[in-house]
Every structure is written in structure tokens, then in C-alpha cells.
């Protein structure tokens, strides 16, 4: 079973047993999914599935961080059962370790050698690192090993 077809089955699943958190976020994530779509304008394979759904997380990862600091903990608690909930679609992400060894074996490759050369290196390790890692986490692990 697909990703998309386990969030409609879970979607169900939450309805029935009147979950209304897990249903509102699941309906989230499934207009995410078509707005990714639309987008896109044809449907949308299994890594841009996850990408998709990581854009979700990290917006609820942000609303933690802008409630906690302005003192909203209810507001906060409610944006972490989000993103617990998010996260079991989600694939285990890349550590900055995993990110750097294939980080280094890209910039060998490229022959990147300071932080001139980080376009290209960025260029050939996103796709690879696509729905595996964050965008902002493969950039800074590259800006450090190119010395930026």
C-alpha cells in the first residue's frame, strides 16, 4: 500500500473512532498531497509524496518554536501531537553524519574546493537527499565542509 492510500485508510480510521486531531491533521496532510499535485499538474511519486509531508512537518516545527517563545504552551502542545503525527509517515530522516559522508563524497566528485563551488555540489546532492533531509540541514553541512 501506498503512502497516499495508508493516510486515506488511517483518515477513515480516525473518523471512526471520532480522533478529531489525527482526522484534521490527516485531512491536512492529504490537501498538502493534492495542492503538491496541482502543482505539479500530474501525480506525484512516493519521495514527493514524503516531501510534501515534510513541508507540513517543518511548518508545525516552526509554529512550536514562534509558540513556545511567545509563551503559547497550549498552542504548542497542540502543534508537537501534530507533528508526532506527521512524523510516523514520514521516513527516519538523515542524520548531519549520513548528510556529511555523502555530502563529501559529492563535493570529491564535483571537485568543489571552497564555498565558491557550493551551487554544483547543492545541485547533485538534493536530488539525491530528497525526502531523506532537510534542505536548510544539506545546505549548512555543505557551507561547513566547503568553509563557508
Do not use: C, F, W
Not at 12 to 33: E, P, S
Not at 47 to 64: D, G, N, T, W
Request: proline share 3%.
Amino acid at each position: 500500500m501506498g503512502l497516499e492510500q495508508q493516510l486515506e485508510e488511517d483518515l477513515k480510521a480516525a473518523m471512526r473512532q471520532k480522533d478529531a486531531v489525527r482526522r484534521d491533521l490527516l485531512r491536512l496532510a492529504r490537501n498538502a498531497i493534492s495542492y503538491a499535485k496541482m502543482t505539479k499538474g500530474e501525480p506525484l511519486d512516493e519521495k514527493e509524496i514524503v516531501v510534501a509531508l515534510q513541508k507540513e512537518a517543518r511548518q508545525r516545527r516552526e509554529s512550536i518554536e514562534a509558540y513556545t517563545n511567545g509563551g503559547r504552551h497550549d498552542l504548542a502542545g497542540k502543534e508537537t501531537a501534530e507533528l508526532a503525527i506527521l512524523m510516523e509517515y514520514v521516513p527516519r530522516q538523515k542524520t548531519r553524519e549520513e548528510i556529511a559522508d555523502i555530502a563529501t563524497s559529492v563535493i570529491a566528485e564535483v571537485g568543489a574546493t571552497g564555498p565558491s563551488q557550493k551551487g554544483p555540489v547543492m545541485k547533485k546532492l538534493i536530488p539525491m537527499l530528497k525526502g531523506e533531509a532537510e534542505g536548510t540541514l544539506v545546505n549548512q553541512v555543505v557551507a561547513d565542509l566547503l568553509g563557508d
